[in-house]
């Protein structure tokens, strides 16, 4: 016993140790890398992922996680013991019905698509990248079954990013979501203020930006000795290590608010990773995310919850206003609060406001799933995109890089992925309700810029988790009821009737 | 045949990504890594480490080598593959003398020396460290019994970083250049205008000392998209992949053309590593530098034997006076070339000026072989540390950390690695009067600012062979003749003569 559970923590600390290297090769290579060191760098992460590849599919890991998990042994073991060797072993059965031959296969298509899809866009036509995503769903539907889980098939991909995740519950839940999010649409659309409403075309300089971004970082307590913040054309979070957190932002988009909104949506990452079970569960499979749409959660909870918030701006406007140009200044509080949360139906997923976003996503999911089960062909996507966004939005793509060409997700084999961003917005919701039933005083202490409570409250129900339990459980737990649109619906139309007097 | 070659191919590119992974954590450590991350990245590097050593090791390797190497099969390669399977037989045969637990005992010893060398600093107490230095100079002497060359055992420690080169060499070479050069500081301290020069004072601003670095690495035709420059304390150059070389300076020090020196410095280096052969040796063991002696003779060519000369700042101090506030641009050409080659007989090393800094790499020669050969004890070396510096320039230590603890490369083992700077000083200056008898017009070259022939020159002359020659062959293809500290000498004493009107 003693021997196996060396072995297994020893294995999961490598898995842990290529988990970090291949996070840095990633890091550099979206932010410092000199262009042509891509083809080497291709080269280091293969070999990382090939050689984790091959640790976690090894018989030996398998067999003493088995030895470990036979009843008389399993009794023996301490309680954290049993926590992770149950974990581990139910991660290593589900990807050991994967086929070694397959991931080879699907790690070479989606190579070649990935280029045919920056070759689509450069064109800005669909039908270069259409062969490769038709192969793709191949994959795709092959690797269903393998995992093989009971109903929908999609249900074997969605699980790979929401465990017990399945298709008869993101129906209901995205069925009533998208039939409100329109009307909620339809009826701002109507209202004489989004009528009167202009674009905001005011410019911030980089300088500026950075000093926002600075100020919200430091309010967060985000220790340097910690955490970086550094500059890549798409935002993101990645951990190195267990106390090397990163975070990326992009200061050069039009929006003069991107870099700040979208460095609070990292930190929100950020934090959850700081804050995952350390101590025992140090280096093993609980010491992660138990899903996407959870992590998604932490940032869309900081990004719109709380700093699109009008009790934020009360603390920080006066803030934003000593950092920013006078050109700002003359705005008055409650118009600002409008502007950061204008309501305007738009092509592109990742510049979409809070309210329309998650059609964006909806749009996504309904398409995977005509394609998982050969509703539509892969040749119909693009009309069938384009009637979709403009049923859902009324607006239109001029072209497919401003419709089925805009993500780069299928290209990678990422099919299930999507719905996790509609997910976290929800438990987003959900969680922002009970913490203002838990704490009634946060509203006030968020005008204050006080965030402490907040994050406490955060980590005691959310990050001290790990994978101890699901992101539903996780969530039940905290909000008393798994995945409910219900929530996330009516905190959308307190926030959108009230800014656009309806 | 077919088999071997590939296997061995295969296996040398896996070495050489391996390489490139961890010089990539080593870069990050060293600019960007959050200071927490420590613990973690030291596992990540050891893991690779181990990984590219068991690679390095292993019999299958060494098997399909020897095949290849098996006088039928040899007189069957094409040319190239003969040159490779050479020089990786003698890498991997020399590699098999060294036990793998000796190398294990010598990485923990390394680990806790380096922390007690760092603990010795902060107490500015050489006997904290002294008992891990003694362990490192009994594991010294074992590797010498492992790896076992004829002659003088430290030849052992000198063959890893200047192959074939021997204490006998050394010993001939350092004596004339000892003696010589405290002859010509003599001279020079009773010279009227050392006796009149004052330290040089001047500040000047990060954002200037940039601006700097970047006119000359513009000049240098270095490629955004092959290089960077970034920040550390100790400037470095690495080499995460075959065009991804990255370079560090550091713009804090007192000194306001530091960071100017040590870019050039490093972009000498950074060239000769986009240099190295690539087509049929990339990513074999021929694609590197066959000697740390002639890498650091690129760097000290560009630094002292260029932009130390007077030609180059009649083409740069235009250029130099336009960056810089006016507080310089009253100093004449003159007097300015005066003061940056100021002799000024200092402690420590890094810091020392071109004619002083090859004493302070003799004193450690002379102290590394009374080492090895027990001629003195370890608790002895700051006694005799101080009495030689005092005895070469005439300064001594106020304590040991502008002392015997100044550098690093004892507490990482590192014995017989000091030699090599001062070989690379006497090549550079063999291969500067070489390249001005092979093309008389470089002098006017560098004073129009144009270094592209001396780029080429190096290029044909030393990039271009990477080990498929030694350093000592390099050079006397080169220059007619193996290391010669009287061309160091007669360039010393030209040009410093005639700065102290001697």
Same mark, same amino acid.
């Given at each position: ?99 070694? &031959? ?13 280029? &045919? ?12 990248? &259409? ?138 990452? &950020? ?29 869309? !909870? ?12 009360? !603390?920080?406007?006066?803030? !934003? ?6 050109? !700002? ?78 993500d780069m997700h299928w290209s990678g084999g990422s099919f299930g992925y999507f719905p996790t961003y509609a997910i976290g917005s929800i438990y987003a919701a959900q969680l922002f309700q009970t913490l203002l039933k838990h704490h009634p005083d946060t509203l006030q202490n968020i005008e204050q810029g006080d965030f402490a409570s907040i994050i406490t409250w955060l980590q005691n129900n959310i990050h001290q988790y790990g994978r101890l339990m699901t992101a539903d459980d996780i969530i039940k737990t905290c909000c008393g009821e798994g995945l409910n649109s219900q929530r996330y619906i009516s905190y ?11």
């Amino acid at each position: 016993m003693k021997e196996s559970l060396e072995y297994v923590y020893k294995e999961q600390k490598e898995l842990s140790i290529y988990s970090g290297i291949g996070a840095l090769l990633g890091w550099d290579q979206m932010t410092y890398m000199p262009s042509d060191g891509s083809s080497d760098r291709a080269e280091q992460t293969a070999l990382i992922s090939r050689l984790a590849h091959e640790k976690t599919t090894a018989d030996a890991l398998y067999d003493h996680v088995r030895k470990l998990n036979e009843t008389i042994t399993f009794a023996q073991l301490k309680e954290h013991d049993k926590l992770v060797v149950t974990r581990l072993k139910k991660d290593l059965e589900k990807t050991r019905k994967i086929p070694s &031959a397959f991931i080879e296969k699907i790690s070479k298509t989606t190579t070649l698509a990935y280029q &045919a899809w920056e070759e689509a866009r450069a064109k800005k036509n669909f039908y270069h990248f &259409a062969p490769h995503l038709e192969k793709i769903i191949e994959l795709e539907k092959e690797y269903c079954t393998y995992i093989n889980l009971p109903g929908h098939p999609y249900n074997s991909l969605l699980d790979d990013y929401e465990e017990g995740m399945t298709v008869d519950i993101l129906k209901k839940e995205f069925t009533y979501l998208r039939k409100n999010l329109i009307e909620i649409l339809d009826k701002i659309k109507t209202s004489t203020l989004f009528q009167k409403q202009k674009p905001f075309q005011k410019t911030l300089s980089i300088e500026n930006q950075k000093k926002l971004c600075n100020y919200f970082i430091k309010k967060m307590n985000l220790s340097k000795t910690k955490f970086r913040l550094d500059v890549s054309t798409h935002p993101f979070t990645t951990s190195i290590g267990n106390n090397d957190v990163r975070i990326t932002t992009n200061f050069e988009r039009k929006n003069p608010l991107f870099s700040f909104y979208s460095t609070i949506h990292e930190v929100g990452h &950020a934090l959850y990773e700081l804050n995952l079970p350390q101590n025992e569960y140090k280096d093993t499979v609980i010491s992660d995310s138990p899903s996407l749409g959870l992590h998604e959660s932490q940032s869309r !909870f900081w990004e719109n919850m709380i700093a699109r918030n009008k009790h934020f701006w009360v !603390f920080f406007y006066p803030v !934003f206003q000593k950092i920013v140009p006078k050109k !700002f200044t003359t705005i008055a509080l409650d118009q600002w609060y409008r502007i950061i949360n204008q309501v305007q139906p738009s092509l592109i997923r990742v510049e979409a406001d809070e309210l329309t976003y998650c059609l964006h996503i909806i749009l996504r999911f309904e398409l995977e799933l005509m394609l998982i089960t050969d509703e539509i062909k892969v040749a119909e996507v693009p009309d069938i995109w384009d009637q979709k966004i403009q049923n859902y939005l009324g607006v239109r793509p001029h072209n497919d890089v401003e419709g089925a060409l805009q993500d780069m997700h299928w290209s990678g084999g990422s099919f299930g992925y999507f719905p996790t961003y509609a997910i976290g917005s929800i438990y987003a919701a959900q969680l922002f309700q009970t913490l203002l039933k838990h704490h009634p005083d946060t509203l006030q202490n968020i005008e204050q810029g006080d965030f402490a409570s907040i994050i406490t409250w955060l980590q005691n129900n959310i990050h001290q988790y790990g994978r101890l339990m699901t992101a539903d459980d996780i969530i039940k737990t905290c909000c008393g009821e798994g995945l409910n649109s219900q929530r996330y619906i009516s905190y959308l139309k307190d926030k959108y009737y009230t800014l656009y007097n309806i």
